[in-house]
């Protein structure tokens, strides 16, 4: 414990990492919802959402850095991605970012980090958090990550139950069982169950039994006991990523990647390992009490972001947006143009320099379908 | 008569002139309500609104050429719009475009057209059509001129009162009084009063009574006859008139223009001449049995598209607009951008290379309000 200037006891940097803990970044995922803001090319995780100054990628890692300490992060990312990854984190190496040749959905991306760290660092404890999700509560959030840092030394894949705040339909619910009773995670619960996102009724009768909390899809797991199940569970998709992992340092690399990679099975990390493990007692919750949105539209989106005073959430130039009577309107000027709004309340306004979008807020969800017709018209070039 | 390849009867060119008709058009108006689609220097007259492949101003000389015969029209406009004057109407000659040094609203144009037409032509019949209204039947419409054109010849201030669709306040009411008897112009009644835009109430017991009309602004008159009116009501405004019209086709012009011009009364035609003479008993009113509009604003450009097959009202190019249950939605696609809308029925959405309006179409009239503000900053760049 350090004494800050102002004289009130913090936490020092030192003190605040996780001996042998690394942090994985699947950075992947295209946001079509949050088209044409969200490109294949340059997808969500890469922009500045909050108006922080920092891209949701960078204050990922600025969360996790002081608990894995230097050289502790990796970052798995699509071989498209891999320069703006690497500009948008200078204090990042280049070994530390993972390249993969085509999407293979998160079982792979996170498979594959835990056997490269395995081959440098043996039988880590590692966490998996998603690079395009917006947590606030630095404390909560690391008192959190220690717990279940604890639950999985005991050999848990562990996941993070957020603290609903109402009754969602946008994200998935565990279930919390009995304590577990583990030394340094006493919030540690069995994990009852997984279920995806349920309609309102569900979700409200959820949160009445006090049992349920949000699924934020964060894992942490020792490296050997995730890819023991994996092993289990997909026995050739560990074998490859086994395979890769072990040439991942040696020149060998592009020619066993070239060989492999493309037959590994596609699957959710989820699907493959957290419901079946779940099924058989191998999963904790532990709770995690700060906020946390994982941006998944337009809507939530606007909620993140600060009001005007004449209650328009403008993302970006505040100056280029020019609004009479558009309570609730999100705008994003994004193409250098001046955007006027006149009478249109929680209006959504996307303005890029080569495709526009206007959308309400309470329409976010069917900005896909915009992406879906693009693509049916090969329309490569906006997506 | 000729006979069209048809076999039909139809009226030849030659046939259609009136003889000492002449056509006055004054193309100004910023159109503020169409921003930004509508600029202080590309102003509405300039564009093609209803898809025709036609500007406004072209549509309007369309319309009248056949009724003057070559050589019968004079164009007048601002400074700063001559040069695309000319480029959209070469069949015009340049002596027969009129350049205001600044604008001085409709009484000194229509007056300076006048004064020119008395030194090159004596005493005339003008008919003064503004270059930014659409019009739909053209033989409606020349039946009309005749008539106006026989009620000038008898020395009445001529107004064209268009059959009213429906009580709209957003124009003025002319209401006629007994027919006056003038041969070639049987529907021609004295105009015993005008009003300017009522309210809906108003409106509609206008139109019970059977005796009101839309005052289109359009006025036909004897070029001396609207002098003589002149040098009553503005003996000083007549004045100038004629020592500018004197000088017009002369050395001399520039200079009386900038001695002159400037200290010119700026006051619309209606409250110069209409109303006064009104009052005395020499205004008539001759019935427009065409569909009229002069486009004031988004909602009522929405209503002179032709819908596409979901509904949307799309001026431009309609491929550049992807749109998912948007019904009465007005979408102009004018910087070549991909517009996709979703969830917004009767949403405007004006997209130019510098500047974006969003509104709906009942909010239509406060387009204005963005423009104002926009003066209001000196951003004189987007006006």
Redesign the interface.
């Known amino acids: 414990v350090l004494i800050s200037a102002g004289g009130r006891p913090t936490l020092g940097r030192m003190s605040r990492e996780i001996p042998g803990f690394h942090a994985v970044i699947p950075a992947g995922g295209a946001g079509t919802r949050l088209w044409?803001l969200s490109r294949a090319g340059h997808p969500k995780f890469l922009h500045d959402l909050t108006g922080s100054g920092r891209t949701l990628l960078q204050q990922t890692i600025d969360r996790l850095a002081p608990l894995t300490g230097p050289g502790g992060i990796l970052v798995v990312t699509g071989d498209r991605h891999v320069s703006a990854v690497r500009e948008q984190l200078p204090e990042i190496g280049a070994a530390d970012i993972l390249a993969e040749p085509s999407p293979r959905d998160s079982m792979a991306a996170i498979g594959l980090a835990a056997a490269v760290l395995v081959e440098r660092h043996g039988d880590v404890v590692l966490g998996s958090f998603a690079a395009d999700h917006v947590i606030d509560g630095t404390e909560a959030f690391e008192q959190t990550v220690r717990e279940g840092v604890a639950a999985a030394r005991a050999g848990y894949v562990v996941t993070i139950g957020i603290a609903a705040t109402g009754p969602s339909t946008a994200f998935g619910y565990v279930r919390s069982g009995p304590s577990l009773g583990i030394a340094g995670g006493p919030g540690a619960r069995l994990a009852a169950g997984f279920t995806e996102k349920p309609d309102a009724e569900t979700a409200a009768a959820y949160l009445a039994t006090g049992e349920y909390r949000w699924n934020a899809g964060m894992f942490i797991v020792r490296a050997e006991v995730l890819l023991d199940h994996l092993a289990t569970q997909l026995p050739t998709l560990h074998a490859g990523l086994r395979t890769i992992a072990a040439a991942w340092d040696t020149p060998e690399r592009d020619d066993v990647l070239s060989a492999v990679w493309p037959s590994l099975p596609k699957i959710a990390i989820d699907h493959a390992i957290a419901e079946p493990v779940a099924a058989a007692g191998g999963v904790a919750v532990v709770p995690g009490d700060f906020t946390w949105d994982d941006i998944g539209d337009f809507d939530s989106l606007a909620t993140l972001l600060p009001a005007a005073p004449d209650g328009t959430l403008v993302l970006g130039q505040d100056a280029l947006v020019?609004r009479?009577?558009a309570a609730g309107a999100l705008v994003v000027p994004a193409s250098g143009?001046?955007?006027?709004?006149?009478?249109?309340a929680d209006?959504v306004?996307i303005?890029t320099?080569?495709?526009?979008?206007?959308?309400?807020r309470?329409?976010a969800q069917?900005?896909k379908?915009?992406v879906d017709?693009?693509r049916a018209e090969g329309?490569d070039d906006?997506l």
């Open positions: 044409p020019l009479v009577d143009r001046l955007v006027a709004v006149v009478g249109v209006l306004v303005d320099p080569d495709a526009l979008m206007v959308t309400t309470a329409h069917q900005v379908s915009v017709v693009l329309r906006l």
